[in-house]
Structure formats: structure tokens, C-alpha cells
């Protein structure tokens, strides 16, 4: 036998971002001298390190090394129960190697962020925003979002209210404010509110966000309809001074005129009437006589049509309607080539028709790249929009006759990633709002 290895304790707890030692004491159990080198393998094997890691002994005799495991504070590491093994190897008996075993317990932490998107928005009767709630701890985490400002002057509507976070993820929540009280003029008011996420353990995070409230009158509205009371004034004079005369005189002439042409073709009428008085005659005449030959009294009352029911059209009724909120999140890897993107689509299901009137799109992380929005359908890829993602956060699509997308036709979400290494992975999104017909 080459070695044996025996560990102080088999059983480890340590909290992410801290470290924890154990101590193994190695005795070369062979009769010569040896050189033994001392690792750890399994899951914690990156976060591990052992002084020393390399060793030299008489025959039977032992030294202690340091086992040192600091799991970093991140949520890549999960929290959870990991084995692990101490492996002992010997250069001058490899078969004689060997390994003890344990197992290290990483203990879960909560971290959360949350940021408002855009922080500040204005409008006259509504304001869009979206909340990005990170999760940076290293378990699920199950929360509440809320909304709600010091006055009491908006009302808030979030969209989920609840949401669980898997660790490292990110989500989106939906929110309109929307104010109790409008104005017609007046100088645009400020609405400062906060948006307060509550975990169920751990303290709640709280972000602040500001409505602007504009006047609902357009600015360039009262001297657009100044401008038209003005044209409007000068037009009344010019047909009252010069136009009014002048369309008089025209329209007597083309009295006079037309009455003319009228009697030229009343006198043209009458002629042909009486002439059509005569052809009628003359054919009724001839009707008569040959109902006569074939035995048929001209006098005798015509038979009754029995009555043909009509059938009325009835309007078929319009398709059922589901209204729809869809996210497409991309986790596009980091690419050196511009040109080469990564596709991540949503298919419009058999027999539906979907009907797109919002298109929010999302970088949240500020990444750096090239952002397409494509339309896939059986003839072939339509480019829709294409956007640097260095140049934006938050972008909002809103149509008043929505994009039709048939059955089986994709929204696609095509991105070329060009992060620093250190940023990582592209995740820009988009939300879709609408409805499905069928």
C-alpha cells in the first residue's frame, strides 16, 4: 500500500463568499521514500485548495494538509449539499493511491435588486413602465410587487403582482400609473411614487420611479385654432366682397342656360312618348289576337304564383377573441462575427391568428450588439426592425391597426452578441400584447 489519508471531519458547512478548512493527514505507508501530490475532485473541486499540495516522506511517516473550500458569493453557486473527495496520489506506487470522501454544505443566501424602467415617463392620461427584479441569491425566490405614491394622486395597475425568481434570473413586471385627476392647460405636474418588492424571507427592496402629467390639450393646439379663426374670417370677407357677385351672374347665365337645354328636351320627350303610346298600342293589339288563336280568353284573370319564400342571409358571427401578453427572452453567447445571430422565436398555433397592438423592447443590461425583429412565414424571413443595442433600454411599439401574424407564422427575436467577456451572455427581450382570433 502507498498511502493513506485520513480527513478531520467528513462533514462541512460554509455560507457563499466565506471559506472553510479542514485538515487531512497523509502517512506513506509504503517502505520507501515517496512523493505524494493531494487534490480534490467533485463539484467543489474548483473552490478548493490545499496547502501543501505536494509532499515528500520517510516510510511510515505522516504530515497534515490544509483543505480550504471558499464557494464565491454568487448565484452560480446554488445552495445545497455537494460530495467531494480528497485523492492522495502516489508517484512511486500509483495503485496505492487513495481518496477520502466527504461532503460540503453551501448555505443559501437572498439577494435582491429591483430598478424602474425607464425611471421617469411622461404623458397626459397614462404612464408605462416596467420593473426588473433581479435575483442574485443563490435559491428561488418568491415575491410580491407593489406601487403606490405619497399623495395618493395615482393609480397603479403591475402585471404579475406575484412572481418566483429562479436564482440568477431576471423578470419584468408590467406597470401604469395612471392619474385620479387631469387637466385641460397648466404646467406639467411631477408624481414621484415607489415600487416596494417584498420576498417572503428577507427584507423587502424599494425603488423609486417619477410620472410626469402633461396637460391633456396639446401645447400647439390654441394657436393652430387662432390661426384658423383667422382664415376662416378672411375667407367669410372674400365672399362677401369679390366671390359672392361674381357667383351670382355665373349662376344666372347657367339658369338661363339649363332651363333652355329643358325645354329642348321636354319637347324631345313627349314626341318619343307618343310615339311609344302608339307601339304599345299596336303590340297589344297583336298580343290579343294571338291568345285568340291558340284558344286563350285575353280577358280572363291570370293565374296565382304560388309564393317563393325568401331566404334572409344571416351574418356569421365574428371569431372568438383571447387577449395575449407573451415575453421572448434571448440568452444569445458572445460572438466575435457580427454578422452570425442567434434565433429564439414564438409560433403563432394552428388555428389562431395573432394580433399584435404593443411591442416592448427590452435591454435591460445595456448589452452590446445587434438587435432584430424578424417575421418568419412559409415564402420565406422578413426583417421588421434591427436596432444597435448600445442605443437603447426600454423602446415601445404601439399600432392602432395591429400586425397580423397567420397561423404557424413566427415573431422572431434574432441576436448577435458582442459583450466583453467579463459582462457575459446577451439577454435582451421582447413583450408582446395583443390577441388571438380562432
Not at 53 to 67: A, I, R
Not at 356 to 381: C, E, F, K, Y
Not at 389 to 401: A, C, E, M
Amino acid at each position: 500500500m502507498g498511502a493513506s489519508a485520513t480527513m478531520s471531519t467528513t462533514s462541512l458547512s460554509v455560507a457563499a463568499g466565506r471559506e472553510v478548512s479542514c485538515t487531512v493527514v497523509v502517512r506513506n505507508a509504503g517502505g520507501i521514500v515517496d512523493h505524494f501530490t493531494i487534490d480534490v475532485i467533485g463539484p467543489p473541486g474548483p473552490w478548493a485548495t490545499v496547502t501543501p499540495d505536494t509532499v515528500n516522506l520517510l516510510p511510515e511517516e505522516t504530515t497534515e494538509v490544509t483543505v480550504t473550500f471558499a464557494p464565491p458569493r454568487t448565484a452560480d453557486v446554488r445552495a445545497g449539499t455537494f460530495p467531494f473527495g480528497v485523492r492522495v496520489f502516489s508517484q512511486e506506487d500509483p495503485e496505492g493511491s487513495v481518496m477520502s470522501e466527504g461532503e460540503l454544505v453551501v448555505d443559501p443566501f437572498a439577494e435582491l435588486t429591483a430598478e424602474v424602467v425607464p425611471p421617469k415617463a411622461e404623458g397626459a392620461t397614462v404612464g408605462t413602465f416596467e420593473v426588473a427584479v433581479d435575483n442574485r441569491g443563490n435559491e428561488p425566490a418568491l415575491v410580491r410587487v407593489e406601487a403606490a405614491d405619497r399623495e395618493g394622486e395615482l393609480d397603479f395597475e403591475l402585471r404579475p403582482v406575484e412572481l418566483t425568481l429562479d436564482a440568477g434570473t431576471t423578470a419584468y413586471v408590467r406597470l401604469r400609473a395612471k392619474p385620479a385627476r387631469r387637466f385641460l392647460r397648466g404646467q406639467p405636474v411631477r408624481h414621484p411614487f415607489q415600487v416596494t418588492v417584498t420576498p417572503v424571507t428577507g427584507p423587502p427592496v424599494i425603488t423609486d420611479g417619477t410620472y410626469v402629467q402633461r396637460q391633456v390639450l396639446p401645447k400647439w393646439l390654441l394657436p393652430l385654432l387662432a390661426a384658423l379663426l383667422v382664415f376662416l374670417l378672411a375667407l367669410v370677407a372674400l365672399w362677401f366682397t369679390v366671390l359672392r357677385p361674381a357667383v351670382r351672374s355665373a349662376a344666372s347665365d347657367a339658369a338661363a342656360k339649363q332651363a333652355e337645354e329643358v325645354r329642348t328636351v321636354a319637347q324631345a320627350a313627349r314626341q318619343d312618348a307618343g310615339a311609344a303610346m302608339q307601339q304599345a298600342d299596336q303590340a297589344k293589339t297583336g298580343s290579343d289576337r294571338a291568345l285568340r288563336n291558340v284558344g286563350v280568353d285575353p280577358a280572363a284573370p291570370p293565374a296565382n304564383d304560388p309564393a317563393v319564400p325568401v331566404r334572409v342571409p344571416t351574418a356569421a358571427p365574428p371569431p372568438p377573441t383571447t387577449p395575449i401578453d407573451h415575453r421572448i427572452a434571448a440568452d444569445a453567447p458572445i460572438d466575435q462575427d457580427a454578422r452570425r445571430f442567434r434565433n429564439f422565436d414564438f409560433v403563432v398555433p394552428a388555428g389562431k391568428t395573432l394580433l399584435v397592438t404593443d411591442m416592448i423592447l427590452q435591454n435591460p443590461r445595456a448589452d452590446v450588439g445587434t438587435m432584430r425583429v424578424l417575421r418568419r412565414t412559409p415564402d420565406g424571413t422578413i426583417s421588421m426592425f434591427e436596432f444597435g443595442l448600445g442605443n437603447f433600454r426600454d423602446l415601445d411599439h404601439h399600432w392602432v391597426q395591429p400586425l397580423v401574424f397567420a397561423p404557424g407564422e413566427a415573431v422572431v427575436l434574432a441576436v448577435s452578441c458582442q459583450n466583453p467577456p467579463e459582462k457575459g451572455n446577451c439577454t435582451p427581450a421582447i413583450s408582446l400584447s395583443g390577441r388571438f382570433e380562432g
